[in-house]
């Protein structure tokens, strides 16, 4: 047997220095050390061999198959980078293929475009979890268990008291927890309602949220700052309105509009013929707020605001279907 194996590592030898290419060392491989190889019948053969025997014919056998094996990797590795199974050897001096760029998504690049704004204005990044639990997402701003808002229809509800955030105010309730004013941060992210799908409402959307909260803080500081915000995103000749509105959190609360980007506040199919689009809520944080999370509301006030960043990237973008957005069409995509 010792004769054979050598035999055989000695012809697999001179075969393999002449193979031109990785198709002809693949057959080599399969005739030499495949299931079905010279080696592979030599260690089959090895049961009909005395008991005593077996041992050291197997380890002879071994030994070639790992010899012939190295033969077969030096040799690919003389060969060189190839393109494949074709057999053509790769050419370093061709010209190489552009690889396709990618581009970030127009909600990416409104959130850096916020987050360099708010910056701007003094404010902080804050972030959350997405997955809240009631405290946090009802409780601490203000939301009765009677309230419309906490309807299970209305939520994404995973256990009993936990669910999928329906807001980022949650998020400025986590940090009031962990900070004592003052206190001036933004948090955008992804938030989640059941809403029915269609050109303007989906179920997964982001907002920003806005929080500012010190000594003396009035809803003129509100007013200044989504004015500022707005133009800063939008272009100088943008327009504020604030309509009074309730919001559990907020006292007084009024909805946030910017005059229409697209007609300058004329009327358009863009903002419906009304000249302005909703962009979100805001108001003067409630008291009861700030004393649920240990703030004097005797010694501090504070506003709050949320905008759709998704509204923003249809006003900017010129974008009539939310849809798009989440849909992930390179086509669409690429014109961002």
Same mark, same amino acid.
């Given at each position: 047997?010792?004769?054979?194996? &050598?035999?055989?590592?000695?012809?697999?030898? =001179? $075969?393999?220095?002449?193979?031109?290419?990785?198709? $002809?060392?693949?057959?080599?491989?399969?005739? /030499?050390?495949?299931r079905k190889g010279a080696i592979t019948s030599v260690l089959r053969s090895i049961g009909n061999l005395p008991p005593e025997e077996r041992p050291l014919a197997g380890e002879l056998a071994n030994k070639a198959k790992n010899e012939i094996a190295g033969l077969i990797d030096a040799r690919k590795a003389s060969?060189?980078?190839? @393109?494949?199974?074709?057999?053509?050897?790769?050419?370093?001096?061709?010209?190489?293929?552009?690889?396709?760029?990618?581009?970030?998504?127009?909600?990416?690049? @409104?959130?850096?475009?916020? @987050? $360099?704004?708010?910056?701007?204005?003094?404010?902080?990044?804050? #972030?959350?979890?997405?997955?809240?639990?009631?405290?946090?997402?009802?409780?601490?701003?203000?939301?009765? #268990?009677?309230?419309?808002?906490?309807?299970?229809?209305?939520?994404?509800?995973?256990?009993?008291?936990?669910?999928?955030? &329906?807001?980022?105010?949650?998020?400025?309730?986590?940090?009031?927890?962990?900070?004592?004013?003052?206190?001036?941060?933004?948090?955008?992210?992804?938030? /989640?309602?059941?809403?029915?799908?269609?050109?303007?409402?989906?179920?997964?959307?982001?907002?920003?949220?806005?929080?500012?909260?010190? =000594?003396?803080?009035?809803?003129?500081?509100? =007013?200044?700052?989504?004015?500022?915000?707005?133009?800063?995103?939008?272009?100088?000749?943008?327009?504020?309105?604030?309509?009074?509105?309730?919001?559990?959190?907020?006292?007084?609360?009024?909805?946030?509009?910017?005059?229409?980007?697209?007609?300058? *506040?004329?009327?358009?199919?863009?903002?419906?013929?009304? *000249?302005?689009?909703?962009?979100?809520?805001?108001?003067?944080?409630?008291?009861?707020?700030? $004393?649920?999370?240990?703030?004097?509301? #005797?010694?501090?006030?504070? /506003?709050?605001? *949320?905008?759709?960043?998704?509204?923003?990237?249809?006003?900017?973008? *010129?974008?009539?279907?939310?849809?798009?957005? /989440?849909?992930?069409?390179?086509?669409?995509?690429?014109?961002?």
């Amino acid at each position: 047997m010792k004769e054979e194996l &050598s035999r055989i590592t000695e012809n697999a030898g =001179k $075969e393999i220095s002449q193979a031109k290419n990785p198709d $002809e060392l693949e057959k080599l491989r399969v005739k /030499f050390i495949g299931r079905k190889g010279a080696i592979t019948s030599v260690l089959r053969s090895i049961g009909n061999l005395p008991p005593e025997e077996r041992p050291l014919a197997g380890e002879l056998a071994n030994k070639a198959k790992n010899e012939i094996a190295g033969l077969i990797d030096a040799r690919k590795a003389s060969l060189g980078s190839t @393109a494949g199974k074709t057999g053509e050897i790769f050419d370093h001096t061709l010209p190489g293929k552009r690889p396709a760029l990618g581009r970030r998504h127009p909600v990416t690049r @409104a959130i850096e475009e916020i @987050a $360099e704004c708010m910056m701007q204005l003094g404010f902080q990044w804050a #972030e959350g979890p997405e997955i809240e639990d009631e405290f946090h997402n009802f409780v601490a701003l203000n939301i009765p #268990e009677n309230h419309p808002a906490r309807d299970p229809s209305d939520n994404f509800y995973i256990k009993d008291d936990v669910l999928l955030r &329906s807001q980022t105010s949650t998020v400025q309730v986590r940090y009031m927890e962990k900070h004592k004013p003052p206190i001036r941060v933004f948090a955008p992210g992804k938030v /989640f309602r059941p809403d029915t799908v269609d050109a303007s409402h989906f179920y997964i959307f982001h907002q920003v949220e806005g929080l500012w909260v010190d =000594k003396g803080i009035t809803f003129s500081h509100l =007013k200044s700052v989504l004015m500022m915000f707005g133009r800063m995103i939008l272009g100088d000749n943008l327009k504020l309105r604030l309509r009074p509105s309730y919001f559990p959190f907020t006292e007084p609360s009024a909805e946030i509009d910017f005059s229409c980007f697209a007609c300058n *506040g004329e009327g358009c199919p863009t903002c419906g013929r009304k *000249g302005w689009m909703e962009m979100g809520g805001c108001g003067m944080v409630d008291p009861n707020v700030l $004393e649920t999370l240990n703030i004097d509301p #005797e010694e501090y006030t504070g /506003f709050a605001f *949320g905008i759709g960043i998704d509204r923003l990237v249809m006003a900017k973008y *010129g974008i009539n279907d939310i849809r798009l957005i /989440f849909g992930n069409d390179v086509r669409f995509l690429r014109q961002f």
